[in-house]
């Protein structure tokens, strides 16, 4: 079993910044071994969830159109951490923000196995005009 802690979510004016974070760590025996793509999605009231950032193990990145060149994806390996570095933020911005692990491979006394995809629990970001 994974867990993903989110932090960083909160109130900013437009124009301002913001910075998610998101730790995964290992509840149950074993340790995370790798994961294949980390990133965020967001769902803004009455719409549906969309992938806004995505980094990938070998780093490769996608960004969905409306935040391309003001938002930053990073991701620690490490530390099994991914950030989202939201710069020149719109109220369209608004939304709760979740991370999002695809692919993550769990190591044991008996091998490595593929543990599956996670969510964390959501953080608010509220971009006021």
């Known amino acids: 079993q994974v867990q993903l802690t989110e932090s960083g979510g909160g109130l900013v004016q437009a124009g301002g910044s913001l910075r998610l974070s998101c730790a995964a760590s290992?509840?149950?025996?074993?340790?995370?071994?790798?994961?294949?793509?980390m990133g965020w999605y967001r769902q803004a009231p009455g719409k549906a969830r969309e992938l806004v950032a995505q980094?990938?193990?070998?780093?490769?990145?996608y960004y969905v159109d409306a935040v391309k060149g003001r938002f930053t994806v990073l991701r620690d390996n490490a530390k099994n951490e991914v950030y989202l570095q939201m710069n020149s933020l719109k109220p369209e911005d608004t939304a709760v923000y979740y991370c999002h692990c695809g692919g993550v491979y769990t190591r044991h006394w008996y091998g490595r196995r593929l543990a599956g995809d996670y969510w964390g629990q959501g953080t608010q970001v509220t971009v006021s005009s």
């Open positions: 980094i990938a193990d070998g780093g490769n990145t």
């Open positions: 290992s509840a149950a025996s074993g340790i995370i071994s790798s994961i294949d793509a």
